[in-house]
C-alpha cells in the first residue's frame, strides 16, 4: 500500500489543529504546521488498504464536527458555549483514540508488507503532534488559573458553580495528561525516539504535582479558618457555602494530584512526599501505606511536628505534667487518709450496721477523692471536663445495658445492705446453700459450708428467695426428744430431765427451758426437751444434754426403749385345707415390745 504527497498525515495533522483549538481565550496557535486541507479532500479511500480507509473517512467526519462546533462557538451564548466546549472534548478523546488505532493498524500490515512511506507520515505526525500537546497543557492550566483568580470577585451565589466550572477544565487537563503518556507510548511502539517527549512530560507532571501540593494546603487551610468561623456564628449561610466551595477545591486538588502521581510513577518519579502530603489530607493509609517512601515521609512529618510542637510547647507543657502528677499524689495521699478515718469513725460509731455497708462507704468515700484529685489534675493538662464527663455518662449507659444481669445483681445486693438480713459470719441457709458467710459484695455472697465448701451465690437470686439466717439471735432453743419405756415412772423421767437442764452449764436460764411429755410412741413415750443456749453454744448444749440423758437414765433406771418384732409362725395340715393346690402359708404379726 503506499500514498501520494503523504495526504494522511496531513489530514490527521489537521485533525489535531482543529482539536486544539477548543477555546478562543487560549491564544493564537502556532501556523507552521496547518497543513494543506485541500490534500486531504483529493484523497481516495479506496487508494488505501482497507483498515486504513475506514480510519480515513472516521478522520474526514472528525474534522468536519469540528468545523461546525468551532463556526457555532463564535456566535455562541456563554451557556452554549459551555455545551459545544464539551463537544469539542469529546472529539478530542476521540481524535486520540484514532491516533492510538492508527498505530495498531500500521503494525498489522507492516507484518505482512512494509509500509515505508505510511510509517514515514505517521512517525513525522507523531514529532508534529508532541509540542502541540505541550502547548495545549500549558494553555488549558492558564484558563485555569485564570479560573481560579475570580474566586475574590465573583458572588457568592455563583462560587459553587465556578468551582463547577474549574473541576471540568480540570478534568480536560487530567485526560490530556493521560493521552500524552499514551501518546509516548505509542511512538516507543513504533520505535521512535522519546527521550525528549518523557522529558517534557515528567517536567510538566512535576511541576503539576508541584502546583497541587501547594493548592492542596492552601485548601485544607481555607476549611480549617472557615470552620472555625463557623463554629463562632453556627447560622452564617455564606460560610457553609464557602465550605462546600472549598471542599469541592480540596477533592478536585486531590483527584488530580493521585491522576498526576500515578503517571509520574510510570516513569519512575519520587512521589513519596506527595503521597504523604495525600494521606493527611485523605486519610486513606489502605493503599500507600506500604510504600516504603511514604512510610519514611510520614514518620519525618510525625517527627518534624513532633519536634515542632515540643520547641513552642515543650516547657508549658512539662510544667502542667508537673503539676498534674503533683495534684495527683496529694490526692493519693489524701485518699488513705481519708480512708483510715472513716473506718476509724465507723469502728467506734454506735450505728449497728453491716460489714458490707461499712466497706461500701469506706470505698466510696476514698475513691470521690481519689476521682475528685484525677479531675482536678486533668484539668490541669488543658483538658476539657464537660465532654469528658459527658462521654463516660455515655459509655456507662452502654456498659449498664450490656450488664443488666449483673446491675440486677447489683440493686439485689443494695437492698440486702439496706435490710441487713444476715451479715459476715452468720450462719445462714439461702438459695440452697447452708453455711456461715464468710464474704459478701453488692453481686455475689460466699457462703462457706459446714465441711468447708465455699459457695459463690448471685444476690439476684438470695434476695429473689426465702432467707434463713440461724444465728440472726443471740439465743436459741435447743431441740431435743427422748424416749422412755411404758413401764418407766412418767413423774420420774420428768424430774430427771429437769434436773439435768437445770444443771447444764451451757443452758441460759431466760427463757426458762420446757420438758413435756410429747407423744406415745409405737414403742416409747415420748418427751420434748428444750432447754435455751447462746447462739455459740447451740450444739455444745445438744450434745452434752444428750450425754448426761444417757447417763441419768442409766443410773435411775430409767430405760430407753427400741423397737421389737416378734414373729408367730401357724401351720395348718393338708387334710384340713380345702384345695391340694394350696400351699401351706405363714401369718406373720407385728407388736411392739
Known sequence: MTTRNHPLRITLLSLLLLAASVSPSLGQQPTDTTGDPAIMAELNPEQLHEKAAGHLI???????????????????????????????????????????????VLLDLEQQD?????????????????????????????????????????????????????????????????YSQQHIEDMRRLGLDTLDARTS?????????????????????????????????????????????????????????????????????????????????TRDYSSTILDEGVAVGLLGRAWESTTEWLADNGPTF??????FLGILLAFIVASRVVRRAVEKSLSSSKLNISELLKRMIVNLTANLVMVTGLLIALSQLGISLGPLLAGIGVVGFIIGFALQDTLSNFASGLMILLYRPYDVGDLVDVAGAFGKVSQMSLVSTTV???????????????????????????????????????????????????????????????????VHLHTLGDSSVDFVVRPWAKTDDYWPCYWDVTRAVKMRFDEEGISIPFPQRDVHLYEERLADRPSTSQQPNTTSREQGA
Open 58 to 104: 472516521r478522520i474526514r467526519e472528525m474534522a468536519a464536527a469540528i468545523d461546525r462546533y468551532r463556526a457555532r462557538l463564535e456566535t455562541a451564548s456563554a451557556e452554549d458555549s459551555l455545551v459545544l466546549r464539551r463537544q469539542l472534548h469529546n472529539r478530542q478523546v476521540q481524535a486520540g483514540e484514532i491516533l492510538h488505532e492508527m498505530v495498531d
Open 448 to 514: 462457706l459450708t459446714l465441711d468447708n465448701q465455699s459457695l459463690v451465690t448471685p444476690n439476684t437470686r438470695i434476695w429473689g428467695d426465702v432467707i434463713k439466717n440461724v444465728t440472726d439471735q443471740d439465743v436459741r432453743r435447743v431441740d431435743m426428744v427422748f424416749g422412755i419405756s411404758y413401764s418407766d415412772d412418767i413423774p420420774h423421767a420428768e424430774k430427771v430431765l429437769m434436773d439435768i437442764l437445770k444443771n447444764c452449764p451451757l443452758a441460759v436460764d431466760q427463757p426458762e427451758p420446757q
Open 318 to 323: 512539662a510544667v502542667r505534667v508537673l503539676l
Open 114 to 178: 512494509p509500509q515505508e512511506e505510511l510509517r514515514v507520515a505517521v512517525a513525522e505526525m507523531f514529532e508534529t503532534i508532541t509540542p502541540l500537546l505541550w502547548y495545549r497543557t500549558d494553555r488549558i492550566r492558564q484558563e485555569i488559573d485564570a479560573a481560579r483568580s475570580r474566586r475574590s470577585t465573583v458572588d457568592i451565589g455563583l462560587r459553587l458553580a465556578l468551582e463547577d466550572r474549574i473541576g471540568d477544565i480540570t478534568d480536560i487537563l487530567n485526560q490530556l495528561y493521560e
Open 201 to 281: 512530560l515528567v517536567y510538566r507532571l512535576t511541576d503539576r504535582a508541584d502546583e497541587l501540593s501547594g493548592r492542596l494546603d492552601l485548601a485544607l487551610a481555607r476549611m480549617d479558618d472557615l470552620e472555625a468561623r463557623l463554629g463562632e456564628t453556627p447560622d452564617d449561610v455564606e460560610l457553609k457555602v464557602l465550605i462546600v466551595a472549598a471542599e469541592k477545591s480540596r477533592n478536585l486538588n486531590v483527584t488530580s494530584l493521585e491522576t498526576v502521581l500515578d503517571l509520574m510513577d510510570a516513569y519512575e518519579s519520587r512521589t513519596a512526599d506527595y503521597r504523604t502530603q495525600l494521606l493527611g489530607a
